[in-house]
């Protein structure tokens, strides 16, 4: 099970909500989806999650246990403000403050790991936070557990839908080659 590291955690919050201050609807479901498929695509393409939180099974998707106790710390800290709804814009909002530039690479985030959240940053950030909470009742890790209960980070290996015919003769192509399929029985190495 991979280890929660506060501080990337929070670094993380900072880093996006810094560069999503443009979108006047990115509020805390699409905050709480970016970090999910940063740390979940990580997860996938690296072997490793950015920052290791726990996240559950909430009703508008995937929510990180950790989010609301990151922004109380990086509110009283200074870095953060929370901009409550307004007729300007629907949701509440984290914005950092002067004193709330994200050192990403001071907590050991990676380049590459800084790639999967710019590139969910942008697949999210002009989408309307209910077609995101849509989309993200679509992961099957978020299908596979009931509410409330923690989404497993080796879900980023589940297909998201049934594999099609010729994906299936394919993958049976390439396992007879290598020996894996004799006739349809499977061998074991």
Do not use: C
Not at 18 to 42: H, I, M, N, P, Q
Not at 90 to 97: D, F, G, N, Q, S
Not at 144 to 149: A, F
């Amino acid at each position: 099970m991979p280890r929660y590291d506060a501080k990337r955690f929070e670094e993380l919050v900072l880093y996006i909500a810094s560069r999503t201050t443009d979108d006047l609807e990115f509020g805390r479901t699409k905050l709480a989806k970016a970090l999910f498929y940063s740390d979940v695509e990580s997860f996938r393409q690296l072997g490793v999650p950015i920052t290791g939180a726990r996240y559950v099974n909430w009703k508008h998707g995937p929510f990180p246990k950790r989010l609301r106790a990151a922004t109380r710390l990086l509110q009283s800290a200074g870095r953060i403000e929370q901009i409550p709804p307004s007729e300007k814009y629907e949701p509440e909002r984290l914005v950092p403050t002067v004193a709330g530039k994200p050192d990403l690479p001071g907590v050991g985030i990676t380049p590459e790991q800084i790639e999967i959240v710019d590139a969910w940053i942008e697949r999210i950030r002009h989408e309307p936070a209910r077609a995101i909470s849509d989309l993200s009742h679509q992961h099957p890790g978020y299908a596979m557990v009931g509410r409330d209960e923690e989404i497993p980070y080796e879900s980023a290996f589940l297909a998201e839908r049934p594999p099609t015919n010729n994906e299936v003769q394919e993958a049976r192509r390439i396992a007879k080659e290598r020996g894996w399929l004799v006739g349809d029985k499977w061998q074991r190495t």
